[in-house]
């Protein structure tokens, strides 16, 4: 099929029968540059490039968490469907339950993610902060991390109950993240966290 086919089908298809699968699928045909990330936050569309600074946190955060977890616990820009209309997010860092499996459709389930991290882009900073806060809340995940390099500041939400997070912390990069009475059960030091 070419593009304009696609449009045309994705036209055709009528919004009451949108899928994620189907997004996805139509994510997969398109020319998507390389170094940018995709997701689906709300039934919207989201393309973000990968900054260095980006990166260089999520890899900290990768290497911290294996100090202490397996590999194959710890994820990154990994598809998980969570809760709500069309949400298939690809977060920077994920980390699984033990003995977490995959659902019938190959994919994490998001009941076993214990622990996610996003590290704000300029253009998807507004879904970080908003929708998916509140949409991690609503599944339940215990540990969410907000890293945010143009304030040089990381968000901590934790204690999700009823749809929210009642436990809250930030500070400055520098700081560290303690974690040791969450289930990730460490600290996290932020001191390399690049800025800007």
């Known amino acids: 099929m070419t593009v304009l086919e696609d449009r045309i089908a994705m036209a055709d298809s009528g919004g009451d029968e949108l899928t994620l699968d189907m997004m996805f699928e139509w994510l997969e045909k398109m020319p998507i540059p390389e170094g940018y990330r995709t997701e689906i936050v709300g039934g919207h569309i989201f393309m973000a490039p990968q900054r260095d600074t980006h990166w260089e946190i999520i890899a900290d955060l990768y290497d911290q968490l294996r100090v202490k977890y397996p590999r194959k616990r710890v994820k990154?820009?990994?598809?998980?469907?969570y809760p709500g209309h069309l949400n298939g997010f690809a977060s920077d860092v994920t980390l699984l339950a033990e003995g977490a499996t995959k659902n019938g459709k190959g994919l994490w389930r998001f009941e076993e993610v214990e622990f996610v991290a996003e590290v704000i882009s300029r253009k998807t900073a507004?879904?970080?902060y908003g929708p998916k806060k509140d949409t991690y809340a609503a599944a339940?995940?215990?540990v969410y991390l907000i890293a945010d390099p143009y304030t040089g500041e990381w968000h901590l939400h934790t204690l999700p109950k009823d749809g929210k997070y009642h436990g809250n912390a930030r500070f400055d990069f520098g700081i560290e993240i303690d974690l040791t009475r969450t289930?990730?059960?460490?600290?996290l030091k932020t001191d390399e966290f690049p800025r800007g």
């Open 140 to 142: 339940g995940v215990p």
């Open 183 to 187: 289930v990730v059960g460490l600290v």
């Open 126 to 128: 507004a879904n970080d």
């Open 76 to 81: 990154s820009d990994v598809r998980i469907d």
